[in-house]
């Protein structure tokens, strides 16, 4: 499984990326909402693991936007 994981603290985003590595899947990670963006568009993910509150975009934007496209 193609998975996006998208969280501002980088400590936790390499943990959840190590541990779905680890259980097979295929890892993008990202470090805010609109990064996310970005790396949606570009690595076609079947799901998207998301911190809420992040700066410059918040995981609710980053849903609501990746819900309407």
Do not use: C, W
Not at 25 to 48: I, M, R, S, T, Y
Not at 56 to 64: I, N, R, T, W
């Amino acid at each position: 499984m193609r998975i996006l994981a998208i969280d501002d603290t980088k400590t936790l985003l390499s943990l959840l990326s190590l541990t779905l590595r680890n259980a097979g899947h295929e890892v993008a990670e990202a470090e805010n909402g609109e990064e996310g963006l970005v790396k949606f568009d570009q690595f076609k993910p079947d799901l998207v693991i998301t911190d809420l509150n992040m700066p410059l975009m918040d995981g609710y934007a980053l849903v609501s936007y990746l819900k309407q496209t």
